[in-house]
């Protein structure tokens, strides 16, 4: 490792030493030094730093009195590493710098570097940097005039991200309030954190746990970190354990929040959210976050999450949710209401890797955030399969000491958290882990803060470990970990756990609608809990890391507040349009988003309409809204009764009666239609019809472009549309009729629709499903 160092550092100096020889000034520079070859005749590292320092030619043997700007004394040294860098910074001349790095003990010398606030990372990822004078981030004043709802596990207000220094008065609008409680007193709140309710009735009187804390305070981690992806604001030198150091911000930092406890130690009651959704829609929130969800859909007079957001639609309120856990396997998608925006997950261009290598040479490189003493990286240890130690999946107290102990396991992931595998191999004497994808779980990788040595592998990996386990008389192993990197390829891919279509609630509503990030996402996080969410784990951290669907639905919380300050007048639906219309399916070298269950070409049901682009959505040249009207259309043609309609909408002026409208006819950004396999040439015809606002200015000329699904065939009527201005409405039909090709072994074919005037793409689905 210190020769890796050694060389690292060395390349770097003699990089910037040309650059910097000719000026005899001096600059800061940071010495990575090895303490373990301290002489004993110093008493401290900073004794025998200053002494090394004041070896080197034309070191200023005074520095150690002169005076800071502060007046105090000014020593040798800028900093002095002691945790998870040792060495010290201190300014150098070129020529002392490299004269140090000669030195047996120095590691590395590298001269510090002037760098722009960058996030960590998926703001930055989704293209947000606020440096633009004509950005999302500059025409919305970062969201400073939305108010963001979350339903959730409740907030730590106390935490840096939820400061309100610099923040104007809170909007005048706001009938909320700030309800005291256990732990959580009524002036938590603040101009960032302006009100927070908690509801605890439906869980108390169905779940028998005595253990919540009875108050907004947030007691799981869940809600604080769903916060502050959202809304957090700026803070500096964030990390879990120094993984993914920078500068942690939310989406629309100046957002504000009202926080609504919904849910409690063992899960979130329906009769609780909905009240949650209640008095948020009362207290005048512009944007709902729902971070909450099962598996599969119901109908929609069933579910309680599609009633109350329903509601909120009604009222103007932009509701986004998360698609849900549940993937690879399709119809796993919850959430599925059209007025609610569902949202999948996907990986950004970071990891956290770290290597398994096997004694015969293999290295198979998993992901982990193990922060702790390394296993030594000269010693390979043995290593076992846990099914022949007691149980493959590691579960607690079943792995048999005598034939774990100082062994690094081998588990196979399921029933249990990953973390708590770790847990079960440290108990049973073990000295590190190995969780290994089994079917369908695949290529997908997520990093865990083990407390003992231990990474994550995938299916593949994990099916190649066994098999030298089995075939070797004394299998070994070493994990190496090489914390943080940045600009991975390719990004985005759709996250393996993430929730997949068909809706099953309705095969022509496409869901997910979008996909954002939500893999490995650092963000805030209360000190009663550790990382791990282990009761063993006595760690604490200011951020964690955490994966899920959970995580991609606060990015598009914050991109709709965005969009909300940057356009008030725009509806929900239009808020979605934008969104969908100008989200991508290729990466920047022109390929397909790939899909971690095999990294190969994802589908529809994977990405929805694609991955987010927040700038482009902010400046979208046509969206497709909807009215309340439009969607009670929808349920009509649905076959849904009129009672069935009153549970959703709560209105008894509903008639379904003489309507002809065609569920496909939903005004939505993407087009789905069903086909019944016995359609044959020339038996199958339908005509979708959809209507497009302009909402840029001037006028404006689009054409269209279509990429009809493989058995269809798909035209526009007409080809062109004309615009004079902003607010003008024009109508299109689509015309869909089977070809001459049979359907192939997919029940599903997707194509596409792509109106462009030369600056603006509005880019929609088309979706067939084979029946």
């Given at each position: 490792?210190?020769?890796?160092?050694l060389?690292?550092?060395?390349?770097?100096?003699?990089?910037?030493?040309p650059l910097?020889?000719?000026?005899?000034?001096?600059q800061?520079?940071?010495?990575?030094?090895?303490?373990?070859?301290?002489?004993?005749?110093?008493?401290?590292?900073?004794?025998?730093?200053?002494?090394?320092?004041?070896?080197?030619?034309?070191?200023?043997?005074d520095?150690?009195?002169?005076?800071?700007?502060?007046?105090?004394?000014?020593?040798?040294?800028?900093?002095?590493?002691?945790?998870?860098?040792?060495?010290?910074?201190?300014?150098?001349?070129?020529?002392?710098?490299?004269?140090?790095?000669?030195?047996?003990?120095?590691?590395?010398?590298?001269?510090?570097?002037?760098?722009?606030?960058?996030?960590?990372?998926?703001?930055?990822?989704?293209?947000?940097?606020?440096?633009?004078?004509?950005?999302?981030?500059?025409?919305?004043?970062?969201?400073?005039?939305?108010?963001?709802?979350l339903?959730d596990?409740?907030?730590?207000?106390?935490?840096?991200s939820?400061?309100?220094?610099?923040?104007?008065?809170?909007?005048?609008?706001?009938?909320?309030?700030?309800?005291?409680?256990?732990?959580?007193v009524?002036?938590?709140?603040?101009?960032?954190?302006i009100?927070?309710?908690?509801?605890?009735?439906?869980?108390?009187?169905?779940v028998?746990?005595?253990?919540n804390?009875?108050?907004?305070?947030?007691?799981?981690?869940?809600?604080?970190?769903?916060a502050?992806?959202?809304?957090?604001?700026?803070?500096?030198?964030?990390?879990?354990?120094?993984?993914?150091?920078?500068?942690?911000?939310?989406?629309?930092?100046k957002?504000?929040?009202?926080?609504?406890?919904?849910?409690?130690?063992?899960?979130?009651?329906?009769?609780?959210?909905?009240?949650?959704?209640?008095?948020?829609v009362?207290?005048?929130?512009?944007v709902?976050?729902?971070?909450?969800g099962?598996?599969?859909?119901?109908?929609?007079?069933?579910?309680p999450?599609?009633?109350?957001?329903?509601?909120a639609?009604?009222?103007?309120?932009f509701?986004?949710?998360?698609?849900?856990?549940?993937?690879?396997?399709?119809?796993?998608?919850?959430?599925?209401?059209?007025?609610?925006?569902?949202?999948g997950?996907?990986?950004?261009?970071?990891?956290?890797?770290?290597?398994?290598?096997?004694?015969?040479?293999?290295v198979?490189?998993?992901?982990?955030?193990?922060?702790g003493?390394?296993?030594?990286?000269?010693?390979?240890?043995?290593l076992?399969?846990?099914?022949?130690?007691?149980?493959?999946?590691?579960?607690?107290?079943t792995?048999?000491?005598?034939?774990?102990?100082?062994?690094?396991?081998?588990?196979?992931r399921?029933d249990?958290?990953?973390?708590?595998?770790?847990?079960a191999?440290?108990e049973?004497?073990?000295?590190g882990v190995v969780?290994?994808?089994?079917?369908?779980?695949?290529?997908?990788?997520?990093?865990?803060?083990?407390?003992?040595?231990?990474?994550?592998?995938?299916?593949?990996?994990?099916?190649?470990?066994?098999?030298?386990?089995?075939?070797?008389?004394?299998?070994?192993?070493?994990?190496?970990?090489?914390?943080?990197?940045?600009?991975?390829?390719?990004?985005?891919?759709?996250?393996?756990?993430?929730?997949?279509?068909?809706?099953?609630?309705?095969?022509?509503?496409?869901?997910?609608?979008?996909?954002?990030?939500?893999?490995?996402?650092?963000?805030?996080?209360?000190?009663?809990?550790?990382?791990?969410?282990?009761?063993?784990?006595?760690?604490?951290?200011?951020?964690?890391?955490?994966?899920?669907?959970?995580?991609?639905?606060?990015?598009?919380?914050?991109?709709?507040?965005?969009?909300k300050?940057?356009?008030?007048?725009?509806?929900?639906?239009?808020?979605?349009?934008?969104?969908?219309?100008t989200?991508?399916?290729?990466?920047?070298?022109?390929?397909?988003?790939?899909?971690?269950?095999?990294?190969?070409?994802?589908?529809?049901?994977?990405?929805?309409?694609?991955?987010v682009d927040?700038?482009?959505?902010?400046?979208?040249?046509?969206?497709?809204?909807?009215?309340?009207?439009?969607?009670?259309?929808?349920?009509?043609?649905?076959?849904?009764?009129?009672?069935?309609?009153?549970?959703?909408?709560?209105?008894?002026?509903?008639?379904?009666?003489g309507?002809?409208?065609?569920?496909?006819e939903?005004?939505y950004?993407a087009?789905?239609?069903?086909v019944?396999?016995?359609?044959?040439?020339?038996?199958?015809?339908?005509?979708?019809t959809?209507?497009v606002?302009q909402?840029?200015?001037?006028?404006?000329s689009?054409?269209?472009?279509?990429?009809?699904?493989?058995?269809?065939n798909?035209?526009?009527?007409?080809?062109?549309?004309?615009?004079?201005?902003?607010?003008?409405?024009?109508?299109?039909?689509?015309?869909?009729?089977?070809?001459n090709?049979?359907?192939?072994?997919?029940?599903?074919?997707?194509?596409?629709?792509?109106?462009t005037?030369?600056?603006?793409?509005?880019?929609?689905?088309?979706?067939v499903?084979?029946?």
């Amino acid at each position: 490792m210190g020769r890796f160092w050694l060389q690292i550092f060395t390349t770097a100096i003699f990089f910037y030493f040309p650059l910097i020889s000719h000026c005899r000034s001096t600059q800061t520079f940071i010495v990575r030094v090895q303490n373990d070859l301290k002489p004993s005749i110093f008493p401290s590292v900073e004794a025998w730093y200053g002494a090394t320092l004041r070896t080197l030619t034309s070191y200023p043997l005074d520095s150690l009195e002169s005076k800071n700007s502060n007046g105090g004394k000014q020593t040798d040294f800028l900093h002095v590493y002691r945790t998870v860098f040792h060495g010290f910074s201190a300014r150098l001349s070129a020529e002392q710098a490299q004269e140090l790095s000669r030195r047996p003990e120095i590691l590395g010398v590298v001269p510090d570097r002037v760098r722009h606030i960058q996030t960590t990372r998926s703001p930055l990822f989704l293209g947000l940097t606020g440096n633009s004078p004509t950005g999302l981030i500059t025409e919305s004043d970062s969201g400073s005039d939305v108010i963001i709802g979350l339903l959730d596990t409740g907030i730590s207000p106390e935490r840096r991200s939820f400061h309100d220094v610099g923040l104007g008065p809170v909007p005048a609008r706001w009938k909320g309030e700030c309800i005291g409680g256990d732990k959580f007193v009524k002036t938590s709140c603040n101009k960032k954190v302006i009100g927070a309710r908690y509801f605890p009735a439906g869980y108390d009187a169905g779940v028998a746990d005595s253990s919540n804390v009875l108050s907004p305070r947030d007691s799981n981690g869940h809600g604080t970190h769903t916060a502050s992806t959202a809304a957090g604001r700026e803070v500096a030198n964030a990390s879990l354990f120094g993984f993914a150091a920078g500068v942690a911000v939310g989406i629309a930092p100046k957002a504000r929040i009202a926080v609504y406890k919904v849910c409690w130690e063992v899960g979130c009651l329906d009769s609780d959210i909905l009240a949650g959704f209640d008095k948020a829609v009362e207290d005048g929130v512009d944007v709902i976050s729902l971070s909450v969800g099962g598996q599969g859909s119901a109908p929609y007079n069933f579910d309680p999450i599609a009633i109350g957001s329903f509601g909120a639609m009604v009222r103007g309120i932009f509701v986004s949710a998360s698609a849900g856990n549940s993937g690879p396997d399709d119809m796993t998608v919850a959430n599925v209401a059209p007025w609610i925006t569902t949202v999948g997950a996907s990986t950004i261009d970071r990891k956290f890797p770290a290597d398994l290598i096997l004694a015969d040479g293999t290295v198979i490189t998993g992901s982990s955030l193990y922060a702790g003493k390394p296993l030594n990286g000269k010693t390979y240890l043995p290593l076992i399969y846990a099914m022949n130690a007691g149980s493959a999946l590691c579960m607690p107290g079943t792995l048999e000491e005598k034939l774990v102990r100082g062994k690094i396991v081998v588990c196979d992931r399921g029933d249990v958290a990953r973390v708590a595998k770790g847990l079960a191999v440290r108990e049973a004497g073990g000295v590190g882990v190995v969780v290994a994808n089994v079917a369908p779980e695949g290529e997908g990788l997520l990093a865990d803060p083990h407390l003992i040595p231990g990474l994550m592998i995938t299916e593949s990996a994990g099916n190649k470990v066994r098999d030298y386990i089995s075939r070797s008389k004394d299998p070994r192993a070493i994990i190496v970990p090489h914390g943080t990197r940045l600009g991975v390829k390719p990004a985005p891919v759709v996250a393996l756990f993430s929730s997949r279509g068909p809706n099953g609630a309705s095969s022509y509503v496409l869901k997910p609608d979008v996909i954002a990030p939500g893999v490995d996402i650092l963000a805030a996080w209360p000190d009663t809990v550790s990382p791990s969410e282990l009761p063993e784990d006595a760690r604490r951290s200011e951020f964690n890391i955490l994966s899920g669907t959970s995580m991609s639905c606060p990015h598009v919380s914050g991109l709709a507040a965005l969009l909300k300050g940057a356009h008030r007048d725009w509806s929900p639906a239009m808020i979605r349009s934008a969104l969908m219309t100008t989200a991508y399916t290729v990466d920047g070298n022109g390929k397909p988003l790939l899909d971690e269950r095999d990294y190969r070409a994802s589908n529809v049901w994977g990405i929805g309409a694609g991955h987010v682009d927040p700038e482009k959505a902010a400046d979208p040249g046509l969206v497709y809204d909807l009215t309340v009207n439009d969607y009670l259309d929808f349920l009509c043609s649905s076959n849904y009764s009129v009672a069935d309609i009153n549970q959703i909408t709560n209105n008894k002026s509903v008639s379904c009666k003489g309507k002809k409208f065609t569920p496909w006819e939903l005004n939505y950004p993407a087009i789905s239609v069903a086909v019944s396999m016995s359609s044959r040439l020339p038996k199958f015809q339908v005509a979708v019809t959809r209507t497009v606002t302009q909402v840029s200015n001037g006028a404006s000329s689009y054409v269209v472009t279509v990429t009809s699904p493989r058995s269809v065939n798909a035209t526009v009527d007409p080809p062109k549309m004309e615009f004079k201005g902003k607010g003008e409405k024009k109508s299109y039909v689509v015309r869909i009729s089977t070809a001459n090709n049979p359907p192939g072994n997919s029940i599903t074919e997707a194509g596409k629709l792509t109106w462009t005037d030369g600056k603006h793409k509005v880019t929609s689905p088309i979706v067939v499903v084979w029946q």
